[in-house]
C-alpha cells in the first residue's frame, strides 16, 4: 500500500480518536451541555435551577441520571444520549458541589393508593399548576429575556422522561414536604394525610398508562424542493406573488453569495427571497425564542443547466431539534405555507 | 487515474467513520457571560479567525418587545466562504437552504445566547461528500461557541 494511504489512515485515528474518548470534567461538560439553559452557576433560566438547595437534596443522583438521559420529550430539556456513563456521572458530581450534604435516598418501593381518590385530590389541589391530566405549566420553560414571575414551571408529570426518572417514594416526599424555593407547598400542611398523599402519587404513577408516544420525525426530508418549468427570472415572480398571497411579507431579495464576493460578481442564478409575517413571527418567538434558526423565511431559487430549482428548509425536519411540542405545532403550519409557495411557483 | 480513484475512496471512508463516530445534537448552544454588543464584536471577530467572512447579519427585533420580551437585542449572523458557498450549492442541493451557515445570537438578561443547529444533522447518504463540509461547520460552530463562553 502506498504510503499517502497510510497518512491518511493514521489521520483519521489522529481525528477520531478524540470524539470516542469520554470528557470527565464535570464543570467543562456542564459548560458545554447544560449552561446554556440552566445558567453558569445552574442559577436557571430556560431550564430548572438545579443549585436550588431543596431541589438538591430533593432528588437522588439516578434521578438526575434518567433525566439527563431521558430529556422531558416535548418539554425542551433533551435526552442527552450521546453521552458516556462516566460524563453524566461527571456532570453529577459536578452538579451536587453547588450543594454541600447528602440528598435524599429513595427505594424503589411502589406506593399503592386510591388512584380514583388520588385524582379527585388532583383536580383540586395540584392541575391549578400541573396542568389537567398532569399536562404541566403553561409555556414549556423558555422565558429567555421575558419576564419571569416564578423561578420554575410547574413540571408536567404525565411526561414519559419524568414518569421513568422519579420515583413513588420521591414524589412522596415532594407532596409532603413541597420544595421550597419554588411554588410547590407541603401538602402535609395543607391538610392532607399520608394515605391522601399515596393517592395522589398512584394517580400521578398512573399516568405511565395513557402517556402518548411523541410523533416521530425521522423520515422527514430537510428540504422542500421541487424543479419549475419557468426560467429563473418568471419563477421568482412567481414565488413572490405566492408569498403574498399567504399574507407574508417580501422582505428582501439577494443572491446566495452576496456578501461573500464583490459586488457585481455574485452568482446570478442562484437568488434568496426573504420574507416574513410579523404576527407568525411573534408567535414563534413566544414559543421558543431559539426560532432564530428558521429566520428569515427564505426560498432559494437556482439554475443550473437551464433547469430552476425552487428550494425551502423543512420546518418539520427542523422542529425536532427543539423538541418543544408547542413549537411543533406552528411548525406543521410553516411547512405547509412552505409547501404552497414551493408548489403555486413550479406548477 | 486509479491512484486519485483510491484516494477518493479513502478519503470518502475516513469522512464516513468520521460522521459515524460524530455523534449528532439537536442544537448547538453557549452561554457567555458577555453583553450582547461586547459578544457580537466577539462572534464576528472568531468568525473572522476562522476564515470565514459573515455575508449578513439580519436583525430580527420587530415587535419582540410586543410579544413579551424585555430585550430586541436579537440578531441572525451569517457566515460562509466564496469557494463553500459556490462548492456546496453546485453538488449538494439538500444544503442549499441552509447556506450560508448561520448562529442566532440574543440577549439573555445580563447574559448572550448563541444557538446554531448541528451541522452533522444534515448529513445525507446519497451525498457523502458533503460530509466534509459539515464536520467542518460543526467543529467551526464548535470553536466560536467555545471561544464566546469563556470570553468575560
Known amino acids: 500500500m502506498p504510503q499517502k494511504y497510510y497518512l491518511l489512515i493514521s489521520l483519521f485515528f489522529l481525528f477520531a480518536s478524540p470524539l470516542v474518548q469520554a470528557n470527565t470534567n464535570g464543570e467543562q ?48 430539556m433533551p435526552a442527552f444520549t450521546s453521552l458516556k456513563n462516566n460524563e453524566v456521572k461527571a456532570i ?21 393508593g ?18 389537567a391530566n398532569g399536562k404541566g405549566g403553561e409555556g414549556t420553560g423558555v422565558t429567555f429575556s421575558r419576564p419571569r414571575n416564578l423561578p420554575v414551571i410547574a413540571p408536567a408529570l404525565n411526561n414519559s422522561g419524568f414518569l421513568a426518572s422519579a420515583p413513588d417514594l420521591m414524589i412522596k416526599t415532594v407532596l409532603m414536604n413541597g420544595r421550597e424555593g ?12 399520608e394515605k391522601d398523599i399515596d393517592d395522589v402519587v398512584s394517580y400521578v404513577r398512573s399516568f405511565e398508562k395513557t402517556v402518548v408516544s411523541k410523533k416521530t420525525r425521522e423520515n422527514v426530508n430537510p428540504i422542500i424542493s421541487y424543479e419549475s418549468p419557468y426560467p429563473l427570472k418568471e419563477t421568482l415572480a412567481i414565488i413572490k406573488k405566492a408569498i403574498i398571497g399567504k399574507n407574508f411579507r417580501i422582505i428582501r431579495q439577494q443572491y446566495l ?26 408567535r414563534a418567538l413566544a414559543i421558543d425564542p431559539r426560532v432564530g434558526l428558521f429566520l428569515p423565511c427564505r426560498i432559494t431559487a437556482v439554475e443550473k443547466n437551464g433547469k430552476v430549482t425552487v428550494t425551502s428548509i423543512n420546518p418539520l425536519y427542523m422542529s425536532r431539534f427543539f423538541n418543544n411540542a408547542k413549537l411543533e405545532k406552528l411548525c406543521d403550519e410553516m411547512h405547509q405555507v412552505y409547501v404552497d409557495i414551493v408548489e403555486e411557483s413550479t406548477f | 487515474m486509479k491512484t486519485n480513484m483510491m484516494i477518493k475512496i479513502i478519503v470518502g ?20 457571560k458577555q453583553s450582547f454588543p461586547e459578544a457580537m464584536l466577539k462572534l464576528q471577530e472568531t468568525i473572522l479567525k476562522l476564515g470565514y467572512k459573515v455575508s449578513r447579519i439580519q436583525r430580527i427585533d420587530i415587535g419582540l418587545t410586543k410579544s413579551g420580551y424585555e430585550t430586541d437585542k436579537y440578531r441572525i449572523v451569517f457566515f460562509s ?12 442541493p439538500h444544503l442549499v437552504p441552509y447556506i450560508p451557515w448561520k448562529i442566532a445570537i440574543f440577549a439573555e438578561q445580563q447574559d448572550t445566547l448563541l444557538v446554531s443547529a448541528d451541522p452533522i444533522q444534515f448529513s445525507n447518504k446519497k451525498y457523502p461528500g458533503a460530509d466534509k463540509y459539515l464536520l467542518k461547520w460543526k467543529k467551526d460552530t464548535q470553536n466560536i461557541m467555545q471561544i464566546l463562553r469563556q470570553s468575560e
Open chain 1, 114 to 131: 386510591n388512584i380514583k381518590h388520588g385524582k379527585q385530590l388532583y383536580a383540586k389541589n395540584c392541575a391549578a399548576c400541573h396542568g
Open chain 2, 13 to 32: 471512508l475516513i469522512l464516513s467513520l468520521l460522521i459515524a463516530t460524530t455523534q449528532a445534537e439537536e442544537l448547538l448552544m453557549a452561554r457567555t
Open chain 1, 182 to 193: 419554588t411554588p410547590m407547598l407541603s401538602f402535609l400542611k395543607q391538610g392532607f394525610s
Open chain 1, 92 to 112: 453529577i458530581k459536578h452538579l451536587r458541589s453547588w450543594a454541600p450534604g447528602k440528598p435524599f435516598k429513595y427505594s424503589n418501593k411502589k406506593i399503592k
Open chain 1, 29 to 76: 461538560l456542564y459548560t458545554t451541555h447544560c449552561s446554556a439553559c440552566h445558567g453558569a452557576n445552574g442559577n436557571g433560566g430556560v431550564g430548572v435551577p438545579l443549585a436550588l438547595p431543596d431541589f438538591q437534596y430533593g432528588v437522588t443522583n439516578d434521578y438526575l441520571k434518567e433525566t439527563i438521559r431521558h430529556g422531558r420529550p416535548g418539554r425542551i
Open chain 2, 81 to 92: 466562504t466564496e469557494k463553500e458557498v459556490a462548492e456546496v450549492s453546485k453538488k449538494y
Open chain 1, 257 to 282: 453569495n452576496q456578501g461573500l464576493v464583490e459586488k457585481g460578481k455574485e452568482n446570478k442564478k442562484q437568488v434568496m427571497i426573504y420574507f416574513c409575517n410579523f404576527n407568525f413571527l411573534n
